[in-house]
């Protein structure tokens, strides 16, 4: 009775080393922006389908938490919509880690309204009087008197950063800013409030809110936000989506970048809504 | 034999039941020590951001800046050295991103060797400049003048207004948002919660039959299960759309919102152990008050609840503590915009919830970081004292009782 069990309890032991030699899986690692994380996964599951030996894991939580897990070792790529800040890089200098930034795709950061509001265009100088709380009521940009709800990603977002720099030129949001945690909470909160404004990757635009053209000339030209328009340069709010990774990583992970910026891997960009690097 | 094995086992068994309590409260002393200890080094820290100094002209008679002028400048909202007691130079904003407006690549050095001399001329250059830069450019031949940013203060942390923990240069610091927001969105939940669960108790315990106990026991329990990203998000779809409509408001995320799903996702735990005390009542002491001539009301007044009062004093408790603890739904609904709130229906900013949305990317041992652990000090504070009040008010009431 007694060889019984240890027989039984010793093959089970056998087959699952044996089972864990022969599967060569390596797992990716790929922490970050929420923006870059629809792409991620489209991309990562063709991937996976195509060479069905590699496992890629794929997590969001904003593009500061994805380069600040990067800085820990804790993630193999960390996928940003913001370029890596000075103190980041100098963090990444002094621990010796040298690392690699390629861009695999772009953006064109859209504002959006709620489709009641009558408002359709606004200058830049007028997003950031909105964002820093100086201008409050819609009719002072040409809509009716109603208060205006502004919603933000939380700091931790790749798009919070991008927005501050680049729309409000590095000015601080006001204090009375709703912030929400997640893109598809934002899509959700301005579809449903009427003096409501927010700011979304293009990927996330659903039929449920409306987007802003936007001008960066004060006033002389409105651009909408269109891939077409993002391709020639016109729309201006047009980020890069990068992914960043150890030079002696370098091995690991180049068959999936590599991918990315094949023909298929940038016919996949265009299908989850972003703009192919051509 | 038998005996001497008996006793042995019987030793092993009280050994490991001593052990597992030494390592649970061994777990939660360290917890809690580390928890303080991370938060209380945030006051030996200034809020400039580690590696970085700020520098002026050294013509530039102003000799400190505080944090909110500090912010006010890089907003542009100070744009004169005269506003601050400095001479009526107009100020000029400098980044350690900017210096490729003023140099080219090569003059940098393509080792970024030049950059130390080239800020330097910058600084000389301009007398209105305040410089952003990281301190490993400010060498010993430096010849602006740096300016000294004083630690991070517990008074000004606990009262400042603004809290802006990633700003550059300076971090603004304030947590008083943040804790009368907890503190509104816990005390609207702890009403919502309390007296309906209380009531449901009773109504299961004393009142209801047989049928209708057997249902709604499970049911109830089943609420306990649903995760809390699930309440968030029912509560960011229907309840926030009709509080907007219900009170005429500019926008429903508010913290009435997030006191009804607290209120909610506390229900279960109060009434089930509410229930399982006032269910223990012995049924002779029952009989023996209807005996004595008292109605039903009577009995379950002053028999049944003084009888289950220390059931329904943990009740409490955990209650409140999954009540102010709750981080997911509560970041959904209630806006998250770290305002003093007027009244329970503006956005508010709770603390579980800015600890939530902040904690992944604050890089670990650094100024954010520790801000955060501070703050977690600060509701494990609240907590306590909430819980203290709780004992000392149901203590006090078996006193009288007795």
């Known amino acids: 009775m007694n060889t ?47 060479y069905p030996n590699t496992r ?40 010796g880690k040298a690392y690699k930034e390629v861009v695999i795709a772009n953006d064109a950061l859209s ?67 709703l912030m929400m945690p997640a893109t598809g909470a934002m899509v959700q909160s301005v579809s449903q409030t009427k003096g409501a404004i927010g700011y979304i990757g293009f990927a996330y635009m659903d039929k449920n809110v409306k987007a802003l053209k936007v001008s960066y000339d004060k006033g002389k030209n409105y651009v909408e936000p269109t891939v077409a328009n993002a391709k020639n340069k016109t729309y201006p709010v047009v980020r890069p989506l990068q992914y960043y990774y150890l030079t002696k990583d370098e091995k690991k992970v180049k068959p999936f970048i590599d991918f990315i910026l094949s023909e298929e891997g940038q016919k996949i960009v265009s299908e989850v809504g972003y703009i192919t690097l051509k | ?48 951001e580690e590696g970085f100094a700020i520098v002026l002209n050294h013509n530039n008679p102003v000799k400190e800046i505080s944090s909110l002028q500090m912010k006010n400048i890089f907003d542009q909202n100070i744009t004169n050295w005269k506003a601050i007691g400095g001479n009526n130079d107009s100020i000029m904003l400098f980044r350690i991103d900017d210096i490729g407006n003023y140099f080219t690549d090569e003059q940098l050095g393509d080792s970024l060797q030049y950059v130390g001399k080239c800020i330097s001329s910058i600084v000389d250059s301009l007398p209105g400049i305040v410089a952003f830069i990281p301190d490993k450019y400010v060498d010993k031949d430096f010849t602006g003048k740096i300016l000294p940013v004083e630690k991070v203060a517990v008074r000004e942390f606990l009262s400042e207004k603004e809290w802006f923990p990633t700003a550059q240069p300076v ?22 919660a309390l007296p309906l669960g209380l ?67 506390a229900l279960p735990t109060i009434i089930t152990i509410s229930e399982d005390a006032l269910r223990t009542t012995p049924k002779a002491m029952k009989e023996a008050s209807l005996a004595l001539g008292a109605n039903k009301w009577q009995t379950i007044h002053r ?32 806006g998250n915009a770290a305002v003093i709130p007027h009244s329970i229906l503006e956005p508010m900013r709770t603390i579980p ?50």
């Open chain 2, 1 to 48: 034999m038998k005996k001497f094995i008996k006793s042995v086992t019987g030793k092993t068994i009280e050994g490991i039941l001593f052990l597992s309590s030494t390592v649970t409260t061994l777990a939660i002393v360290l917890i809690v020590f580390f928890l303080f200890r991370e938060g209380l080094s945030l006051f030996k820290q200034s809020p400039v």
């Open chain 1, 56 to 95: 890629i894991t794929v997590t969001g939580g904003g593009s500061g938490v994805g380069i600040a897990s990067f800085l820990d070792g804790t993630t193999d790529i960390a996928m940003a919509s913001r370029k890596i800040k000075m103190s980041e890089k100098m963090k990444l200098q002094e621990a």
């Open chain 1, 4 to 50: 019984k069990i240890k027989n039984t309890v010793l093959l089970i032991a056998l087959t699952f080393f044996a089972f864990a030699f022969t599967q060569t899986t390596e797992t990716l690692k790929i922490k970050g922006s929420d923006t870059v994380l629809p792409l991620s996964q489209k991309e990562a599951e063709v991937y996976m389908k195509k």
């Open chain 2, 171 to 192: 971090a603004q610091l304030g947590v008083l948002p943040l804790i009368l927001g907890t503190l509104w969105v816990s005390f609207g939940a702890i009403l919502i």
């Open chain 2, 199 to 265: 009531a449901t108790a009773i109504y299961m315990a004393e009142i209801a039959n047989h049928k209708i106990r057997n249902i709604l026991k499970p049911v109830i329990e089943l609420l306990a299960g649903i995760p809390s990203v699930v309440y968030g998000f029912f509560g960011l779809v229907i309840i926030v759309p009709n509080i907007q409509q219900l009170f005429n408001l500019p926008v429903g995320e508010t913290g009435l919102a997030g006191s009804i799903i607290l209120g909610i996702m």
């Open chain 1, 111 to 177: 504002a959006i309204v709620n489709p009641k509001n009558k408002v359709s265009q606004l200058t830049r100088e007028q997003l950031e009087g909105i964002f820093t709380g100086k201008i409050t009521n819609w009719k002072e940009v040409g809509g009716d008197d109603e208060k205006i709800v502004a919603y933000s990603r939380e700091s931790s977002s790749g798009t919070y950063e991008f927005f501050k720099e680049h729309v409000m030129m590095n000015k601080n949001y006001g204090t009375a800013i």
């Open chain 2, 353 to 402: 919830a800015t600890i939530a949305a902040e904690l992944g990317e604050a890089p670990q041992g650094g100024l954010h970081f520790k801000a955060l652990f501070a703050l977690g000090c600060i509701l494990f504070i609240i907590t306590m004292i909430i819980n203290i009040t709780v004992e000392i008010v149901s203590s006090r009431k078996k006193y009288n009782a007795q």
């Open chain 2, 303 to 334: 028999v049944v609840i003084p009888w289950a009062g220390s059931g329904i004093t943990a009740a409490a408790i955990l209650g409140i503590g999954r009540a102010i603890g709750e981080t997911m739904a509560v970041l959904m609904v209630t």
